[in-house]
């Protein structure tokens, strides 16, 4: 944890890292609450990293990334920027650039998966953030300079590694075998998923995941959409356009409802997911809306 003020709106490194960080937040699926359970970092901690309240310390972007199945090379390059940022090693910084707002899904349709939900979610992909000047001279001084030569060792060593796995031809004419980049397989299928998280069992990739029907619409202006994936044979629910206080409960017609509760401002900007059901029978499928505060219970089928 530094104990350094935090930088300026003119802090571009900072502001994206955390853009960034919000994004693989969202690939994953998971809550704030879900974060802390599954990492050494508070709930409270993760929300500073993610609002660019407070540097996240290196393990824990390299954990995120871990847990988003994202390189990382390009946040780590861009956490050492921010860390000079944050530090005040930077003796001054490039143009101003905007910090993507967290973005807000639209009601999207039967063709609108997103990213994916263990991806995934996402959720919406942050706006892109204003391409300032290139120029280096915003960098100029000795100590500006050793933070970006800082971040070029970081991207070079990926770029090493990466080359390292590229296919090479040796006296002999034979190949060298290259790691596979396919997925990892589900971690999960049918009955073996209920009650899991679709991020973490990797069910909710974007190649493994689709919406069943169009988005619905609730009373109260939320949106809902039930989620299947085929190799997982699972489904599960998720909600947006939502305010605090707000339940939703997906049935696969047999076991226990499965229930996400909206609980933080946090949340209402980006897809709250439920854990998994059962998938293997669709048309029993049932997802029900709770407001909050004594308002009235809504239900509907994946047809609507």
Request: aromatic letters at 6%.
């Amino acid at each position: 944890m530094k104990d350094t003020a935090p930088p300026t709106a003119a802090a571009p490194a900072c502001n994206r890292l955390a853009a960034g960080l919000r994004e693989l937040r969202a690939r994953t699926g998971l809550s704030m609450a879900a974060l802390a359970e599954r990492t050494a970092y508070s709930k409270s901690s993760w929300e500073r990293y993610l609002n660019g309240k407070q540097l996240a310390p290196r393990q824990a972007v390299e954990v995120l990334c871990a847990m988003a199945g994202e390189p990382p090379g390009r946040l780590m390059a861009l956490w050492e920027l921010a860390d000079g940022e944050w530090s005040g090693r930077a003796d001054s910084a490039p143009d101003p650039v905007a910090a993507p707002a967290a973005a807000r899904p639209d009601d999207g349709g039967p063709g609108d998966d997103g990213p994916g939900d263990g991806r995934s979610v996402r959720s919406a992909e942050p706006g892109q953030a204003r391409r300032g000047h290139s120029g280096l001279s915003g960098w100029a001084g000795p100590r500006g300079w050793a933070v970006v030569a800082a971040a070029v060792c970081v991207v070079a060593v990926t770029a090493a590694v990466w080359v390292a796995a590229l296919p090479n031809t040796g006296s002999n004419g034979s190949t060298a075998r290259v790691p596979s980049t396919a997925p990892p397989p589900p971690g999960c299928r049918g009955q073996g998923c209920v009650g899991k998280d679709p991020g973490l069992m990797g069910c909710g990739m974007p190649s493994r995941v689709r919406a069943l029907g169009p988005p619905l619409r609730t009373s109260t202006g939320a949106r809902l959409e039930f989620r299947y994936s085929a190799a997982c044979a699972a489904a599960w629910a998720r909600i947006w356009h939502s305010h605090i206080g707000n339940v939703i409960e997906v049935s696969s017609g047999a076991g226990r409802w499965r229930r996400a509760e909206v609980t933080d401002t946090y949340d209402t900007q980006e897809y709250v997911f439920t854990p998994m059901v059962d998938g293997t029978d669709r048309t029993k499928l049932r997802v029900c809306f709770e407001p909050g505060g004594g308002g009235t219970r809504e239900c509907f089928t994946p047809g609507g």
